[in-house]
């Protein structure tokens, strides 16, 4: 859906600051508007070749660990999330997410993700260039951050709250 901003990740990818690095993209969700679908679709085609992107569909609850924890970083530049549960599940694994701000994960850019304003899309290509540099062993350490931020906040009561509010909505 248009919510999730998908055609903004895809312009990221188009970046010509990132066409010395192999990409990989999966999108993971249902198509719920498939004229935005289309859209995608033609900026799909017209990405560079050095940028690989596949539709996967949906999680399944049962395989939705499994699934993720193939990846290492979450490209998400949502325009807006009350909570977006799918970020937190993605750090406790160690997936350091690329996000927008639109979302209450505001803190994690000292944890060594990236969280970013959408008038600024160079600052989200910026990021995914040092992110593709990263070696093993910077991309554990940030990796290992991540999965701390995400532990310190599990406890925290305003996350609380949130799920409260999101179980009571009717």
């Given at each position: 859906?248009?919510?999730?901003?998908?055609k903004?990740?895809l312009?990221?990818?188009?970046?010509s600051?990132l066409?010395?690095?192999?990409?990989?993209?999966d999108?993971?969700?249902?198509?719920?508007?498939?004229?935005?679908?289309?859209e995608?679709?033609?900026?799909?085609?017209?990405?560079?070749?050095?940028?690989?992107?596949?539709y996967l569909?949906t999680f399944?609850?049962?395989n939705?660990?499994?699934k993720?924890?193939?990846?290492?970083?979450?490209?998400?530049?949502t325009?807006?999330?009350?909570?977006?549960?799918i970020i937190f599940?993605s750090?406790?694994?160690?997936?350091?997410?690329?996000?927008?701000n639109?979302?209450?994960?505001?803190?994690?850019?000292?944890?060594?993700?990236?969280?970013?304003d959408?008038?600024?899309?160079?600052?989200f290509?910026d990021?995914?260039?040092r992110?593709?540099?990263l070696d093993e062993?910077?991309?554990?350490?940030?990796?290992?951050?991540?999965?701390?931020y995400?532990t310190?906040n599990?406890?925290?009561?305003?996350?609380k709250?949130?799920?409260?509010?999101?179980?009571?909505?009717?």
């Amino acid at each position: 859906s248009e919510k999730k901003n998908l055609k903004f990740a895809l312009n990221v990818l188009n970046d010509s600051k990132l066409k010395n690095f192999q990409l990989n993209f999966d999108i993971w969700g249902p198509i719920e508007d498939s004229t935005y679908w289309q859209e995608c679709q033609k900026i799909i085609s017209s990405l560079p070749k050095n940028t690989k992107v596949s539709y996967l569909g949906t999680f399944n609850a049962h395989n939705q660990v499994e699934k993720l924890s193939n990846y290492q970083l979450f490209f998400f530049p949502t325009l807006n999330e009350n909570f977006g549960h799918i970020i937190f599940e993605s750090m406790q694994l160690g997936i350091v997410p690329l996000i927008s701000n639109n979302t209450p994960w505001t803190g994690i850019n000292k944890f060594g993700a990236g969280i970013f304003d959408l008038d600024h899309q160079d600052k989200f290509v910026d990021y995914l260039a040092r992110f593709a540099k990263l070696d093993e062993k910077n991309f554990s350490k940030v990796s290992k951050m991540i999965v701390q931020y995400a532990t310190e906040n599990i406890n925290n009561t305003e996350i609380k709250k949130k799920y409260v509010s999101l179980f009571n909505e009717k």
